[in-house]
């Protein structure tokens, strides 16, 4: 599946057109889930999402800036928007929406292979994009991660097995580092994986568990392993009260 979505969004590229360039105010996601992580245990990336290519439609009425709103006043740390539109239904509109509507770094997903995707994130205003090992080789995730936080963006590299993590870290330390817990070719979840990887993210690397993570007990068993910061999507956007689920999800962190 990740090869046929890395081959459309080379076709979406050659034809991308920049958006209009937006004077957001810019906040470190970073320092954000840290100070998240003092103060609750866990720093929470919550996630705006419509839908996916393993479940189809998850909130097929969500309201990117309303959902935003929720997470922020159920303590949030950051939101992470996905903008891609063939897989799951977003677009640099809802990253728009969200930015105007909170006060909160906003983190955006898609599937970043070229440069000209870090001007098109800078111009629509995020904080900080998404980098995924298993997308590109290490030297070339490098290279765009030099290119991202040289346009003021910070980088969540995200790796799905320790073998990706060493190849990334053979490259370059990255500040973000993201435990996947989806396996890319079944979709299934396991928070084995953040188990598994833990032992092997740098101490200097701020460590967040991704996916799969529906439970307080799922959130106390991913911060034993190590986990500072968490990234919550289909189970926030699929609840009829996501700020009350959040609210039982932080009171897991260890």
């Known amino acids: 599946m990740l090869n046929e979505i890395i081959a459309t969004k080379q076709k979406e590229i050659e034809t991308l057109t920049m958006p209009p360039e937006q004077s957001f105010h810019r906040r470190s996601l970073k320092q954000h889930l ?5 103060h609750s245990g866990v720093g929470v990336i919550a996630e705006v999402k419509k839908a996916s290519p393993s479940k189809g439609v998850l909130n097929a009425g969500l309201d990117p800036a309303k959902q ?14 996905l903008t891609d539109s063939s897989y799951f239904q977003g677009s640099h509109y809802d990253l ?3 930015k105007e509507a909170i006060q909160l770094p ?3 997903k898609d599937f970043i292979i070229e440069k000209k995707q870090i001007e098109e994130s800078v ?9 995924i090992a ?3 080789p290490s030297k070339a995730l490098k290279i765009l991660h030099e290119e991202a936080e040289a346009s003021g963006l910070e980088c ?16 370059f330390t990255p500040a973000l580092i ?4 989806r396996n890319l070719k079944t979709f299934e979840t396991s928070l084995n994986v953040t188990d598994q990887v833990a032992a092997f993210v740098p101490e200097e690397s701020f460590f967040i568990s991704e996916s799969g993570i529906r439970t307080a007990e799922d959130v106390t068993r991913i911060t034993k392993a190590g986990a500072k910061g968490m990234l919550i999507g289909e189970t926030l956007v699929t609840s009829e009260q996501p700020q009350e689920t959040l609210t039982k999800l932080k009171e897991g962190a260890v």
């Open 34 to 38: 840290q100070h998240g992580a003092v």
């Open 134 to 136: 298993a997308a590109l």
């Open 96 to 98: 728009i929406a969200v």
């Open 178 to 181: 993201g435990v996947n817990n």
């Open 156 to 171: 969540l590299v995200e790796v799905h097995n320790d073998t990706e993590l060493t190849d990334v870290l053979n490259e």
């Open 106 to 108: 906003v983190l955006r």
């Open 68 to 81: 935003a709103g929720l997470y922020e006043k159920s303590g949030a740390d950051a939101v992470s928007v």
């Open 123 to 131: 111009r629509m205003g995020a904080d900080a994009i998404l980098l």
